[in-house]
Every structure is written in C-alpha cells, then in structure tokens.
C-alpha cells in the first residue's frame, strides 16, 4: 500500500490501476452498505427501501445492498435476473417501465415478484391475458400513477405534464369498470415517481403527503384495499458547486407524522420508497490515467484514457451548461490546486470534455485521476461502443482487499458478437 496519494479504505489507488488497468470504476463497499444503513436508520420505521437497478446495475453491488436491507426496483428481464441470483427475495422486487414486452410479463409471472407496475390500461389487459392463459391465481399488481399536482425542486420532475410514464390520474379514476372486469390481476396499490435529485428535504415530504393522500383517495373510487403505496424517492446527492446533500435526518424526522397517521388508517399497507442515485454516487470513482498533457491557445488539456463513453453523466452530454463533476488528482489528493486544466478523453468528439477549467495539483502523464460520486448512471448510462473502447472494468473495495467486479471488454469480447457477411454484391 502506498503511504501517499488517495485510497479506497485500505487500498491505494495506484494499487487498484495496476493490478486492473484503467479506466477503472471503483466501489466502496462500507460506503454503499453505510448509506443505506443511514437512511433506514432516521426513516419512520417500516418503510421498505427497494434498489433501482437502472442507477447500477452490477450484481455485486446489488448483492451487497439486498445484504444491507434492501429490495430491488428492476426495468428488464436482465435486471430482474441479476435482482434474483444478487439475493433478492422475489417478494421484494417491483418491475415498472412503460414498454414491457410479453416475455417481461411472462418473466414476471415466472418469478413471482411482488407486484407488476403497470404504466398504462393496455397493458393491464395484456397482463391479465398472460395470466389467463396460465391459468394462475390473480397476479399482483400495482398502477403507477401519473399525478395531477406537480413536484417542485426537481432535475427531472414527472408529474401534472404529459408524460410516456404511468397512468393519468384521471384516467386512473375513472378506470374501476376494467378493473372489475380483469380476472386474473389485482390492483393491490399504487406507484407514483415524481423526480429525480432532490436536495431539499421537504420537497420529498410535500411529494409523499400529496401520494399518499392520492393514493387513499384512488384506493376509495376504485374499491380496493391499499396493500402497497410506492411513493417514489429521487433523492438527490450533490455533484457541482453550490449544492449540499439532501439532510436526511430531516427527512425522516418530517415523514414521522404523515406516515403515522397514514399508517393509523392503513396498519397493513406497505410503504416504499425506491431508491438507485442516492444509494450508490457517492460510493463510486471513475479512475482515468493521464496520457498526455498539452496546451491550446494558452488553456491546459490533459487527455486521459476514458470520457463519455463510460461516463456520459460526468462530461456533461444532455445538459444545457457544463458543470464539472468533482475530481481529484488521486496521487497527489492534498496539494494545492494551483494549475487548472481541461480533462478531455480518447474520443473523437469535442464533447469528451470530462471537467472543463478544473482547478488541480500539477498534472503529469501517467498521473491517475479520480471523478467522485461516479457510482450510478455511468458506464450502462453511457455509450460505451462508441469508437468500439467497450465497458470498463468495475472493482469492489472492502478494507484491504480490491475484488474484480466486471471484466473489462477486450476487442475479441466485442467483435464475437459481429458476422462477417458473405455476400457476392461487388461486380
């Protein structure tokens, strides 16, 4: 181990590049575990937390939160796979997506998950076609619900706007005639998601007031018994200047009361809120190697060996200003920061901007460099073919010892998969 430059626990990162190369993302274990813990730790007692896989969907990292306390929120057959041979119990994992194919359905009804979450009308009679023709008992189903009123404070709000997500709750209400006509589903709650990257805390409260209220007010006009209310999560981790972590000790002491006299009126109801961003950024590092350091027209570049194919978040595609994510010189963490330099990566695009006019420690080739809070949405939110680089290595860190998580594509990995066609069409 070395006695300087950044560690992961007990592991050097120096150690880690060698041993697994870079580009390398790398998670900390006691962190993923820790902020789980956290949370449930200040939560009104009883509100399960379900993993969504979409923020990372590796399966140590899934086997490890399921090890936590943890249930599992899956979008495909895959994650759902990776959900049951992670752990999971199938009585604590929901699939949701708007376009669920027949054979995600069938997967469902194989696994014997806790409920369908169904996003339209269609959908719910294709459901209860598919049990039918199995002739099982009636499939657990929960109807994500696309609210009237709107959330505030928000990166991506989803409610009281057109959206391709769930059912309108208008529609929602007026929908009891097909429900009562399905045989072989039942509607046993509802799933309302209303955003994404919450920081302020009582945004979440006001959110889950306002679902939990629609969601007994639904339950009445549509004569069903609540077992299940997912009120969503979306809690945010700060990434850019200026902003704080959501204060969840203030969440949970302000969900108290709403969820005790929710509970007062429903004592068997479920109550879940879902979770993928906020259990997982913060325990994740994006580490890159300098390749070459240059100057254009008097700014610094350092051009390191990975960028918007594994971690299109971080440079900034999609968003209308670049913000940098944060990023260390991880082999000299605690110099001064007395240079400042772009970090673009290996692509041909001036897109691949990792950090723009970052300031950092003098920066040489061979350097390793850290992006922070790297652990949801990169690699399986990024385009990982572009210029055929392929999927990164992930590495697991508990104290002292670093486990390879996923292997890195090698060019034979992805070419395996192409056919050479063998067609006679040059004249």
């Known amino acids: 181990m070395s006695k300087t430059g950044a560690t992961t626990q007990d592991v050097s990162a120096e150690a880690i590049a060698e041993e697994f190369g870079t580009p390398v993302f790398v998670y900390d274990a006691r962190v993923l575990s820790g902020t789980l813990r956290e949370l449930r730790g200040v939560l009104p007692a009883g509100i399960d937390i379900l993993y969504s896989l979409k923020a990372n969907p590796n399966i140590s990292v899934c086997s490890l939160l399921n090890r936590a306390g943890a249930?599992?929120?899956?979008?495909?057959?895959?994650?759902?796979m990776t959900a049951l041979?992670?752990?999971?119990?199938?009585?604590?994992?929901?699939?949701?997506?708007?376009?669920?194919?027949p054979a995600d359905l069938h997967a469902c009804l194989d696994a014997g998950i806790h409920a369908v979450v169904c996003e339209s009308l269609p959908e719910l009679r294709l459901l209860d076609e598919a049990a039918a023709a199995r002739d099982t008992g009636p499939v657990p189903v929960l109807l994500r619900i696309n609210p009237a009123f709107h959330s505030k404070g928000s990166g991506l709000a989803m409610g009281g706007k057109p959206r391709q997500f769930g059912i309108d709750e208008e529609q929602a209400r007026a929908a009891r005639p097909l429900l009562d006509d399905l045989s072989h589903i039942?509607?046993?709650?509802?799933?309302?998601?209303?955003g994404t990257r919450f920081l302020n805390h009582r945004d979440v409260v006001s959110n889950t007031v306002q679902i939990l209220s629609m969601a007994e007010s639904l339950a009445t006009d549509l004569g069903?018994?609540?077992?299940?209310?997912?009120?969503?999560?979306?809690?945010?981790?700060?990434?850019?200047?200026?902003?704080?972590?959501?204060?969840?000790?203030?969440?949970?002491?302000?969900?108290?009361?709403?969820?005790?006299?929710?509970?007062?009126?429903?004592?068997?109801?479920?109550?879940?809120?879902?979770?993928g961003r906020y259990l997982t950024a913060r325990a994740g590092t994006y580490m890159t190697r300098a390749l070459y350091v240059k100057e254009s027209m008097?700014?610094?570049?350092?051009?390191?060996?990975?960028?918007?194919?594994?971690?299109?978040?971080?440079v900034g595609i999609g968003s209308f200003v670049k913000r940098n994510f944060p990023v260390r010189h991880?082999?000299?963490?605690?110099?001064?920061?007395?240079?400042?330099?772009?970090?673009?990566g290996p692509l041909c695009t001036p897109n691949d901007t990792v950090v723009k006019r970052a300031p950092l420690p003098e920066v040489r080739p061979g350097d390793l460099l850290g992006v922070e809070r790297s652990g949801a949405y990169g690699p399986t939110a990024s385009p990982v073919l572009f210029l055929s680089h392929g999927?990164?290595?992930?590495?697991?860190?508990?104290?002292?010892?670093?486990?390879?998580?996923?292997?890195?594509?090698?060019?034979?990995?992805?070419?395996a998969r192409q056919h050479l066609a063998d067609f006679d069409t040059v004249r």
């Not at 249930?71 to 759902?80: K, M, W």
């Not at 039942?186 to 998601?193: D, K, L, M, Q």
């Open 85 to 101: 041979r992670a752990g999971v119990d199938p009585e604590d994992i929901i699939f949701l997506g708007p376009g669920k194919t």
């Open 224 to 275: 069903i018994d609540l077992a299940t209310v997912d009120f969503g999560g979306g809690l945010g981790v700060a990434y850019f200047d200026n902003e704080t972590d959501i204060d969840v000790a203030a969440l949970g002491k302000e969900l108290e009361e709403p969820v005790a006299a929710f509970r007062a009126r429903h004592p068997d109801c479920r109550l879940v809120m879902e979770l």
């Open 186 to 194: 039942e509607v046993r709650g509802f799933h309302a998601y209303m």
């Open 71 to 80: 249930g599992a929120e899956v979008s495909s057959v895959t994650e759902l």
């Open 330 to 344: 991880l082999g000299r963490p605690h110099a001064r920061a007395d240079r400042v330099y772009t970090v673009t």
């Open 391 to 415: 999927y990164p290595a992930e590495v697991m860190v508990d104290g002292d010892r670093a486990v390879l998580v996923r292997d890195r594509d090698r060019p034979e990995d992805l070419l």
């Open 298 to 314: 008097g700014e610094e570049f350092v051009v390191v060996d990975g960028g918007t194919n594994h971690h299109m978040a971080a």
